[in-house]
């Protein structure tokens, strides 16, 4: 494709393309931000709590290892089609690095530091705001970003239950025998997961700083 | 006041114990240095007070109140700790590090910002330190700091484990006379951790004598000096002086 023809396609698909990069933020965003409300509390408690650690880390863990596909197909006679079961399957997805980075975040912490913030009288409250999360951030940042830059990538497959985003763009190429739309579909959710890993990178080093 | 009475502490359900039939009592205003070699029970012995460690067995008294009825958080409070781990947190710089006690009793930031110009003052450390982060400082003035933070609160009571461990003898020595100076002025109830024999002879009011768990001897320095107990406080002052006769023989060979 000579260069004015892809400008051309481009410029044909932009309003939609905006649309549709909109709707794959959308379950990208929500689903990692559903991830890290419930992975976040997971994992503080995985890393207190011994006896739970095991069967926590292994139930998000086997959330992982399900073909997208099939956590699709499981959840489509059980939520339906479209945005609701997507959701879901992006949320559990997510769980794992999140749940698994803020625990090995907390674990660690310098022994010493834990020990004089409980020598100096902190409630378990204080020392967890205070102490342990700040200085488990960097980890815990590097697993939302895993679990954003994988619900990037999935989330395209939730075009197959009808929840929208680019990979509309992709199922329709394949409907179609369209390597463009596939390509248009591909490059831009891969595009939006460097950026997004650039992004959370960023605020990554901006909390190490603070 | 602290008061020990028969406390022992096992980790491994009594096969062996890290304290044994601990007896001790701190007067206020007194300093007690806690002696003995590595791994003789001297920071288990301290934990066990403001309760970082539970006591397997024994009572102990914190101005006349059993440490087991004070509510946790409000015993801590009340107890300076400096900790041979030392622990900054590496988060906060040199004056929140200071100060972080009074930032959890809600004390205003102008307050704080004082009080931790003060407690720097006081180790001896420069006030342009109050906004470093503790990696940007040595392992002595890191110690330092820990000190202040325990001193920070003006607790009544205080814990020292081996606060200028870290620390050249000269710089030590300054900070001993320091803590002898302050002690006179602040009259703190201290227990203070070292396995350095002059300074627990500099800093001590009475000496506690430790060994394998076990209190082998408290008395006062002249007590220790003249009268040891056993033979393990006799080879303890004994061992300094004869390295040294050692030494200038092997010199003048
Ligand atoms: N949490 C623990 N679990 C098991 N054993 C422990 C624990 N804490 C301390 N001990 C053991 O108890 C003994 C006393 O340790 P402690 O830390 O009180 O020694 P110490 O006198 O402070 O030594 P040092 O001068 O080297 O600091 C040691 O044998 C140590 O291995
Ligand atoms: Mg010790």
Redesign the pocket.
Known sequence: MSESALALFLASHATELGQKTVEHLLLTGISTGLAIGLGLPLGVLVAKNSLVRGPVLGIVGVFQTIPSLAMLAFLLPLLGIGFKPAITALTLYALLPIVRNTYTGLAGIDRDIIEAAAGLGFTERQKLLLIELPLATPVIIAGIRTAAVIGVGIATLSSFIGAGGLGDYINRGLAMNNTQLILLGACSAAILALIIDFLLGLLGRALRKA | MIRMQQVSKT?DHGQTF?VQEVNLEVADGETLVLL?T????????LKMINRLVEPSSGIIEVDGRNVMDCPLQKLRRNIGYAF?GVGLFPHFTVGENITIGLRLDGRPKKERLARAREMLALVALEEEFIDRYPHQLSGGQQQRVGVARALAGAPKNLLMDEPFGALDAITRDTLQKEYLKLQRELNKTVIFVT?DIIEALTVADRIAVMHAGRIEQVGSKTEILQQPATDFVRHLFAKPAEQLRDYWEAMHE
């Open positions: 980790f890290a003995g590595s791994g003789c029970g001297k920071t288990t012995t041979q396995h």
